[in-house]
């Protein structure tokens, strides 16, 4: 299973030692928190669900996983065209 991890941050740039808790809220977003040890302060990330979806491995901002999947949609377009086989998003012209 490929995975991204996902930095949180608190304000004082610190990263979190330990996440306490990981929840949704009503506004569809990810909450992250924990206790932050320099600020001693109960710190909270809100990450919507739309933004979790594009940092997803191979999700629509994945440039380099897009690039790769049309080179494979070209090597086997262009073995298909060997055998005489067109496809269908060529047209009948
Ligand atoms: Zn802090």
Same mark, same amino acid.
């Given at each position: 299973? #490929?995975?991204?991890? %996902? %930095?949180? *941050? +608190?304000?004082?740039?610190?990263?979190?030692?330990?996440? *306490?808790? #990981?929840?949704?809220?009503?506004?569809?977003? %990810?909450?992250? *928190? =924990? =206790? +932050?040890?320099? +600020?001693?302060? &109960?710190?909270?990330?809100?990450?919507?669900?739309?933004?979790? =979806? @594009?940092?997803?491995?191979?999700?629509?901002?994945?440039?380099?996983? *897009? /690039?790769?999947?049309?080179?494979?949609?070209? /090597?086997?377009?262009?073995?298909? &065209? /060997? %055998?005489? #086989? @067109?496809?269908?998003?060529?047209?009948?012209?």
């Amino acid at each position: 299973m #490929i995975f991204r991890n %996902l %930095l949180f *941050r +608190c304000e004082c740039k610190r990263p979190p030692a330990r996440v *306490r808790e #990981i929840g949704l809220n009503d506004q569809h977003e %990810l909450v992250v *928190r =924990w =206790w +932050c040890v320099a +600020c001693k302060r &109960h710190v909270y990330a809100v990450k919507s669900l739309s933004d979790c =979806w @594009r940092d997803c491995p191979g999700g629509p901002s994945s440039g380099q996983d *897009r /690039s790769e999947a049309k080179a494979v949609f070209a /090597s086997d377009a262009q073995f298909l &065209h /060997s %055998l005489g #086989i @067109r496809l269908p998003e060529e047209g009948d012209s």
